[in-house]
């Protein structure tokens, strides 16, 4: 059965600061999937990542994937108080279905100027 | 405008007393998918359907019900709600399956739905 672990759980940053979120997967998993939930509002998809090596970045976050390690980073580059939400990733079972997501538990992200 | 919509978006009921939250997109997209949140548990999936009259289970399917009779709406029915379904629900759309390969078609989120049974 497939976990996917998240950490940290919280993680309080100064503005302009440099951090790392990590997520875990326990199984074989080709794809990795990153969200993002502001506090009361809904989940809003940022990366697809599809492949080992993948990398993506938009703005001050940047997203890769090692399949091997089983591992996923989101880095955040020169925090700003806007990026301040929950971060979660998802990936699917290899070999299971495509409708299907397993999340974590998501890294609630606080910036402070 | 591109959308997924939940009704309602909050709902306090009692053990045992039917509900249904109605879930609708206007994007003609074939896969839907029901989720629950709960604190310290991230996200898990309830149910979730392919296109019309092909659902699957998710993760945490019992207790829940679905449908999916027409492309847009995919309603969850709690046909007998417990304390232990207290959560934040949310449903989701997407063109592609909510797993597969396609990375210009995200999952689009309803704003949820926050069901109390007392």
């Known amino acids: 059965e497939l976990k996917v672990e998240q950490n940290p759980l919280f993680l309080s940053m100064q503005e302009g600061k440099n951090y790392t979120i990590y997520c875990n997967y326990s199984t074989t998993s080709d794809r990795l999937y990153w969200y993002r939930q502001d506090p009361g509002k809904s989940l809003e998809s940022l990366f697809v990542?599809?492949?080992?090596?993948a990398v993506k970045q938009e703005g001050r976050l940047m997203a890769s994937l090692d399949t091997k390690a089983r591992l996923s980073t989101l880095h955040i580059t020169a925090a700003v108080h806007d990026l301040s939400a929950t971060y979660f990733c998802?990936?699917?079972?290899?070999?299971?279905?495509?409708?299907?997501?397993?999340f974590g538990k998501g890294t609630k992200l606080s910036v402070k100027p | 405008e591109a959308q997924v919509t939940q009704n309602p978006r909050y709902l306090i009921t009692v053990t045992g007393k039917k509900l249904t939250v109605t879930c609708s997109q206007n994007m003609n997209h074939e896969y839907m998918s029901w989720y629950r949140q709960d604190p310290g548990l991230g996200l898990r999936q309830i149910y979730y359907s392919m296109n019309v009259e092909v659902t699957d289970k998710g993760d945490v399917p019992e207790g829940y019900k679905v449908s999916r009779k027409e492309k847009r709406n995919f309603p969850l029915i709690l046909e007998s709600p417990s304390p232990n379904q207290t959560s934040l629900y949310f449903c989701?759309?997407?063109?592609?399956?909510?797993?597969?390969?396609?990375?210009?078609?995200?999952?689009?989120f309803g704003d949820g739905t926050r069901l109390s049974i007392l």
């Open positions: 989701a759309s997407s063109l592609g399956p909510p797993a597969g390969t396609t990375s210009n078609q995200p999952q689009h």
């Open positions: 998802a990936a699917r079972n290899y070999g299971g279905s495509q409708g299907n997501l397993i």
């Open positions: 990542l599809l492949s080992n090596g």
